[in-house]
């Protein structure tokens, strides 16, 4: 029998060298695959009733760092929440205007400046109350233009909160499928590593929105958690309730209305502070910029707006008190009570603007003035000039207490606005930093296609090896069967 | 088990990483070598910009300053050149006037009235100078001349004077009629003194000269009654009309003092505006050294960064190309 034995102990190391030639060509194919991970065929000593039989395939094994891969995720999430921050606070500095940009608010603050200091030198020149006024519609504009892209991004993160949802709500859905597809073909005893594959990059996908734990279960199933402790996934998929706006206006807010929050299997979750169990990656980034940071920035524009408007009321002799100055509301007079916004609903007064049916030299003689006074009074215009120099204490909140002037208030809050974008940018390379570091680890661990060809070279030596002992195998059964002749 | 083998991903992943990191740094330094400008000034200032800010409203406010300067400085040559108009017609007058009663015949009397007229209305013609349209001696209203012709003020003293039998009665008419609000004071067709103009930080000008200044009032007081001769005042009786011009010399030579003081107060404003705009000027400069300082890269740093990335990047991409030729496949041929 001993004869027989070697054959088919020979044939099953071919068999055995063919399948990790298959599995060795898969891994090489997919040397470049994002997710893939690499495939090892497990061997072991066939034995048959006390003896060795040859070789036998015991299974293929996907070789995963589970400790690394969760890190990574972790990571990855963290990568995700700094980037979205960093991006929104730039864009505020940019909208701003960083300090050498001339059409930042400082500058189009100093040439206003600069055109009530020229008009105060001269008054009756029709020319440098006209740059008054242009230069006054710049700065509002520029706290316009500011307003309205603040409010664009809190729309463009309340977008994007949708299609994080949806997607969240797709893949949890994906994943509840590969759970059951997996735990039938585990119990048929299939190669499941392509679908083990597959959920691992949907996992990933996941965990860039919100950063996970992925629980194993028997038969090869997972449950999600986030960081937090939200179930995502556990027997059935979790469904994310959440309601994107068309349009943001500065006054809604999650607190007040408006804006929608989150909801896990029908149940409100917070989406921001220490109880929310969704913070960590881009979802809950989003969130923060939406309610927090974009509200931060737009109050201090507005509170900027009030100043504005507060420094010039009461200066004008020919106003009644309590009537809109130089800087209007909307065109009408400013209700503290009704401050957010503001930055982008102010208007220079109509009597003074030409292209609102007003006359220039109204910046001159009073708002008020029925009739063009002596074209050189610069008494009005000088008054102004230090009204906006003047230092006095801000009506709102979000700053340092203390007296300043309206230029040292806009500097407040370019300065601010550079500072928090540095801190966010430092973080963010922080965090890119540690995500770089365990990416490289895992890549170290993927395909290595030298080495696969150095087991290539083995297996090709084995596969003669095993051909070899088939021949010799049958030479001997050939001398035995010349030995009956 | 113990790993041996390191991923294909791993190599590409650091060399892309790298190429990319030092491409950044070559378009950061290049651009700065270009533009002469951080890149990134808020990372410079460390967020802090506020030193930036000020440095730049400044320098914009010493612009305006600079505008408004040249302004005051024309409207204080205008005035200046005006009063020394007056004085040089005054004391070309003065002597024949202060000598007509002793040294003239009454003929010649009549010739320096009527000399007298014609430099009353160049008086008038100098008190309303305009300078780049605006009329230096009206006040606010800088759209009007301060004073109507020289003929109508005449013809208001003529009025004023009428039934004086005595070169006395004629000159408190006169001297009555321009301290009257409703005489002068309503010939006056300028408005309230000019508020001062800002000309440095915390500095204005003092324009407030109008034609309402007495030295100026007293000198056309002068000239009026020497003129009102040449009209007709005290026709018939030479002696009066000779003492009339005496006192209308008199007058001018008592007002020169006057005319010299107001010349000298417009003269500090003009040496205060000067030095206003001196010492602007060396602040701008300093201000945009300062500037520079803060705000600009320097050009030879920036320089020698992108050449240190550059070298770095070609050595990188020496080693990309080496290592990727680094491949068992290759061998196995």
Redesign the interface.
Same mark, same amino acid.
């Given at each position: 029998m001993s004869i027989t034995s070697a054959l088919a102990g020979a044939l099953s190391g071919l068999s055995a060298t063919s399948r990790q030639a298959e599995i060795l060509s898969s891994n090489v194919a997919n040397?470049?695959t994002p997710g893939f991970a690499r495939r090892e065929v497990g061997l072991g000593a066939a034995v048959l009733a006390g003896q060795g039989q040859g070789v036998q395939v015991l299974g293929v094994t996907r070789d995963v760092d589970r400790h690394l891969l969760g890190e990574r995720r972790i990571a990855q999430a963290g990568g995700g929440d700094r980037d979205v921050r960093a991006e929104f606070l730039k864009r505020v500095?940019q909208t701003l205007g960083?300090?050498?940009n001339p059409s930042s608010l400082?500058?189009r603050?100093?040439?206003f400046?600069?055109?009530l200091?020229?008009s105060?030198?001269?008054p009756?020149s029709q020319a440098r109350l006209n740059s008054v006024a242009a230069t006054a519609k710049s700065l509002m504009a520029g706290l316009a233009a500011a307003t309205t892209d603040i409010q664009n991004a809190r729309a463009s993160a309340d977008r994007r909160i949708g299609e994080d949802v949806g997607k969240l709500n797709a893949t949890l859905q994906q994943l509840h499928e590969l759970n059951v597809n997996l735990r039938s073909f585990t119990g048929a005893g299939r190669d499941v590593s392509a679908l083990l594959d597959e959920r691992q990059r949907l996992v990933d996908q996941i965990s860039a929105i919100v950063p996970v734990r992925e629980v194993p279960r028997d038969l090869n199933q997972i449950a999600l958690f986030t960081v937090g402790g939200a179930p995502l996934l556990e027997g059935s998929a979790a469904v994310i309730g959440f309601t994107p706006v068309h349009t943001i206006t500065p006054e809604m807010t999650q607190a007040l209305g408006g804006l929608s929050g989150i909801t896990i299997n029908g149940r409100p979750y917070e989406t921001a502070g220490s109880a929310s169990p969704i913070l960590g990656g881009t979802l809950g980034a989003l969130f923060s910029v939406r309610d927090e940071l974009s509200v931060s920035a737009q109050g201090k524009l507005d509170a900027a707006a009030r100043d504005l408007v507060e420094r010039f009321a009461g200066l004008d002799p020919t106003l009644a008190p309590g009537a809109a100055g130089l800087f209007t509301d909307g065109g009408g007079a400013f209700d503290p009570l009704n401050e957010a916004g503001l930055a982008g609903r102010l208007r220079l007064n109509a009597a003074a603007d030409p292209t609102q049916g007003g006359a220039l030299f109204r910046l001159r003689d009073g708002l008020g003035a029925a009739t063009e006074?002596?074209?050189?009074?610069?008494?009005l215009l000088?008054a102004l000039?230090s009204a906006l120099t003047g230092a006095r204490p801000l009506a709102s909140t979000g700053f340092a207490a203390g007296n300043r002037s309206f230029?040292?208030l806009?500097?407040?809050i370019?300065?601010d606005a550079?500072?928090?974008?540095?801190?966010a940018q430092s973080e963010q390379s922080f965090s890119a930093a540690r995500l770089?570091a365990l990416?490289?680890l895992e890549?170290?661990?993927?395909?290595?296609?030298?080495?696969e060809?150095?087991e290539l070279?083995v297996l090709e030596k084995s596969y003669a090896a095993n051909a070899k002992v088939i021949q010799a195998v049958a030479d001997m059964i050939d001398i035995l069967i010349r030995l009956g002749r | 088990m113990t790993?041996?083998? $390191?991923?294909?991903?791993?190599l590409t992943?650091?060399l892309a990483?790298q190429g990319a990191d030092l491409r950044g740094q070559v378009q950061r330094a290049a651009q700065e070598v270009a533009t002469g400008?951080?890149a990134d000034?808020?990372?410079v200032?460390?967020?802090? $910009?506020?030193p930036?800010?000020?440095v730049?409203?400044s320098l914009?406010?010493l612009?305006?300053?600079k505008?408004?300067t040249t302004?005051?400085a024309f409207q204080t040559a205008a005035q200046q050149s005006a009063i020394a108009g007056l004085s040089q017609l005054a004391s070309g007058i003065t002597m024949t006037l202060m000598g007509s009663r002793d040294v003239q015949t009454p003929a010649q009397v009549n010739v320096t009235a009527a000399d007298a007229r014609g430099r009353l209305a160049s008086v008038v013609g100098m008190i309303n100078t305009q300078a780049s349209g605006?009329a230096v001696f009206?006040? $606010?209203?800088?759209?009007r001349v301060p004073l109507g012709g020289s003929e109508d003020l005449l013809a208001a003293l003529e009025t004023a004077a009428a039934g004086s039998t005595t070169a006395g009665q004629v000159e408190a008419a006169v001297n009555g009629w321009f301290a009257d609000p409703l005489g002068f004071g309503a010939f006056y067709q300028g408005?309230?003194s000019?508020?001062a103009?800002?000309?440095a930080p915390g500095e204005?000008a003092d324009l407030s000269t109008t034609a309402l200044d007495p030295a100026i009032r007293d000198t056309l007081a002068g000239f009026a009654m020497a003129a009102l001769i040449d009209r007709g005042v005290l026709a018939g009786n030479a002696d009066e009309r000779a003492r009339l011009a005496q006192i209308a010399g008199q007058t001018l030579h008592r007002t020169e003092d006057a005319r010299i003081t107001l010349a000298a107060r417009i003269g500090t404003v003009e040496a205060q505006i000067e030095t206003a705009r001196s010492r602007n000027a060396a602040e701008a400069t300093s201000l945009g050294i300062l500037r520079s300082d803060i705000?600009s890269a320097d050009p030879y740093e920036a320089a020698t960064r992108l050449e240190t990335f550059r070298t770095q990047l070609e050595a990188l991409y020496l080693v990309t190309a080496r290592v990727a030729r680094l491949?068992?496949?290759e061998f196995?041929r």
């Open positions: 040397a470049t500095e960083t300090a050498d400082a500058a603050l100093a040439t400046d600069q055109a200091v020229e105060a030198g001269r009756e006074g002596p074209p050189g009074n610069g008494t000088a000039h230029a040292v806009t500097s407040d370019l300065s550079s500072a928090l974008r540095l801190s770089t990416t490289d890549a170290q661990n993927g395909i290595d296609t030298d080495r060809m150095q070279l | 790993r041996i083998s $390191v991923g294909d991903a791993s992943n650091i990483r400008r951080h000034i808020g990372k200032m460390r967020g802090d $910009v506020a930036l800010l000020a730049d409203a914009a406010r612009a305006a300053y505008t408004n302004d005051a605006r009206s006040g $606010v209203a800088t759209d408005g309230a000019l508020s103009a800002p000309i204005a705000g491949s068992l496949t196995l």
